[in-house]
């Protein structure tokens, strides 16, 4: 492929790829947008998903108490 034809839709193709092959569950963007069939932000402004990082962060580190996730969710979002 030359670079001439490579395109944003091409990059996202290949890194959606990539993480699914990796485990990760990737969710088309107008599914989950404030329109979608399955919203997971207010606007489209909104580049953080919250629940999927509070969700990754338990899970990752499951000893953490739940004031530390809030605060590790505080300092991401500033």
Excluded: C, Q
């Excluded at 997971?40 to 499951?62: F, K, M, Q, W």
Aim: hydrophobic share 40%; aromatic share 6%.
């Amino acid at each position: 492929m030359s670079v001439s034809t490579l395109s944003e839709g091409v990059v996202e193709e290949a890194a959606l790829a990539w993480f699914t092959e990796l485990g990760y569950r990737v969710a088309n963007g107008l599914d989950i947008g404030p329109d979608g069939s399955r919203p997971e932000r207010a606007n489209y402004g909104v580049v953080l998903l919250l629940d999927r990082v509070h969700s990754a962060i338990s899970h990752l580190n499951p000893t953490l108490s739940s004031e530390a996730i809030a605060e590790v969710l505080s300092k991401l979002t500033r």
